[in-house]
């Protein structure tokens, strides 16, 4: 039984998650299981932005967490990292999951806003190792912001 077929574009009728396989993260940052999307307006393939789901554990997912978005400057202020975000949770869940963490950088309003509008829990901000950021090019400091799956 399959529980995700990586070709399923998922939508909410307004954004759709396309999935690529054009990025894969190097082996040692431990990221496990990964799925990577394009953010697109719904039935259109025009970039708006990406997301990403990592589903292992390791100290870099600690620091970057299980989701990671972006959206690019033209589209932001349309709250589309949280639909992109909220589209996941079914996937989510089916991999056992009851909770996520989000990162972002302290002085990230906008992503901090999407992470409160999720109902995430700021967990704490933690220093990001040396080596993580000699490694990854990553900001010094990380809120983690913890996001539990409804049942």
């Given amino acids: 039984m399959w529980l995700f077929r990586r070709h399923e574009i998922l939508s909410d009728g307004t954004i759709d998650l396309i999935p690529v396989r054009d990025w894969k993260a190097e082996p040692e940052m431990g990221f496990g299981e990964e799925f990577n999307w394009i953010i ?3 039935g259109m393939r025009d970039e ?6 990592r589903l292992g554990e390791s100290p870099c997912v600690y620091v970057f967490g ?4 972006h959206v690019d400057p033209p589209y932001r202020g349309h709250r589309y990292a949280e639909r992109a975000c909220r589209l996941l949770q079914p996937l989510i869940r089916r991999r056992g999951k009851s909770s996520v963490v989000i990162t972002c950088d302290p002085d990230n309003i906008p992503s901090r806003k999407t992470c409160e509008a999720l109902g995430c829990e700021l967990e704490r901000t933690v220093k990001v190792p040396d080596w993580i950021r000699e490694s990854w090019s990553i900001s010094a400091v990380k809120c983690r912001y913890i ?3 409804d049942p």
Avoid: V
């Fill in 40 to 42: 697109a307006p719904c």
């Fill in 48 to 53: 708006m932005g990406r997301i990403n789901l």
């Fill in 66 to 69: 299980h989701i990671g978005y």
């Fill in 147 to 149: 996001w539990r799956m």
